[in-house]
T-cell receptor, first 115, second 114 residues
């Protein structure tokens, strides 16, 4: 079975400083990994995904994530935070070749950006 | 494309009442999903469907039923609502169930059971 752990429930950064949201996964197979963002009172939007191609994945709005198999991690980063980045972020894992297995969500990290 | 739409956006029920949430997608996706979101819990899968006429249980299926009579629609039913079902419900769809395919989410339905 696969699982995902988001190591911080809340991260607070100042505008213009780097963002790091941490995610560790557990999977018996080669996983696909996703980061989704949810702005207040909105649905979820895909930021980026890793599907066994390049280990450094670039997403929308300047976010990127690096897949590190040896560390079973998929941390999300952004060089410079913007006020509009304040939202809830979810790390998600899916297992390659598992057929109909739905996605497994982490519990989320709330990002606050201080002016 | 409207994408994934959900009806209604808000609802308040009394304990024991029933209701149906409707999810519709216009992307010709095979797979559809119902999740609930509770504070500090992330999203948890209730039921899902891998195609018209099929349904399957997810992580938290008790107290809910679903139907997929048409490919574009996925209905979530609560036969006898309980306060523990107060939550935000999200519907999602994907082209395929393969792990590389992203899910597209609706805007959510906020349900309160008193």
């Amino acid at each position: 079975a696969q699982s995902v752990t988001q190591l911080d429930s809340h991260v607070s950064v100042s505008e213009g400083t780097p963002v790091l949201l941490r995610c560790n996964y557990s999977s018996s197979y080669s996983p696909s990994l996703f980061w989704y963002v949810q702005h207040p009172n909105k649905g979820l939007q895909l930021l980026l995904k890793y599907t066994s191609a390049a280990t450094l994945v670039k997403g929308i709005n300047g976010f990127e994530a690096e897949f590190k198999k040896s560390e079973t991690s998929f941390h999300l980063t952004k060089p410079s935070a913007h006020m509009s980045d304040a939202a809830e972020y979810f790390c998600v894992v899916s297992v390659y070749g598992s057929g109909n297995t739905p996605l497994v969500f982490g519990k989320g990290t709330r990002l606050s950006v201080i002016a | 494309n409207a994408g994934v739409t959900q009806t209604p956006k808000f609802r308040v029920l009394k304990t024991g009442q029933s209701m149906t949430l409707l999810c519709a997608q216009d992307m010709n996706h095979e797979y559809m999903y119902w999740y609930r979101q509770d504070p500090g819990m992330g999203l948890r899968l209730i039921h899902y469907s891998v195609g018209e006429g099929t349904t399957a249980k997810g992580e938290v299926p008790d107290g809910y039923n679903v139907s997929r009579l048409k490919k574009q629609n996925f209905l979530l039913g609560l036969e006898s609502a309980a306060p523990s079902q107060t939550s935000v419900y999200f519907c999602a769809s994907s082209y395929d169930g393969g792990s590389t395919y992203e899910q597209y989410f609706g805007p959510g339905t906020r349900l309160t059971v008193t």
